[in-house]
């Protein structure tokens, strides 16, 4: 079993900028990945940004704006995201996976809103 925990989350005007941290704890093993998702009312959850066996891939939507990073000996992965838009408010969602199971864990989300 993996537990993720995340924080960070909140109010943020437009141009703002969060930074959201996610630890995991139990049964963490590598190869792994990690990352964040999101999803916003009525809409699929959608990839923000994960970090895998080396690689870091970024939605387009939030490249250049966006950065992904992870601390491997604290188990926790980040999100700083810099110039928010009203379109990144979505409950965001930490996301744990070891490469060759099937097996994926969430955390609980944790809601950004950006608003003026």
């Known amino acids: 079993q993996v537990q993720l925990v995340e924080s960070g989350g909140g109010l943020v005007q437009p141009g703002g900028s969060l930074r959201l941290s996610c630890t995991a704890s139990?049964?963490?093993?590598?190869?792994?990945?990690m990352g964040w998702y999101r999803q916003s009312p009525g809409k699929q959850r959608e990839l923000v940004a994960i970090m895998t066996l080396g690689t870091t891939n970024y939605a387009g939507s939030v490249k250049g704006r966006f950065t992904i990073s992870r601390d491997n000996a604290k188990n926790t992965v980040y999100l700083q995201m810099n110039s928010l838009k009203p379109e990144d408010t979505a409950v965001y969602y930490c996301?744990?996976?070891?490469?060759?199971?099937?097996?994926?864990?969430w955390g609980q989300g944790t809601q950004v809103t950006v608003s003026s």
């Open positions: 996301y744990y996976h070891r490469i060759g199971l099937a097996r994926e864990y």
């Open positions: 139990g049964s963490i093993f590598s190869p792994n990945a």
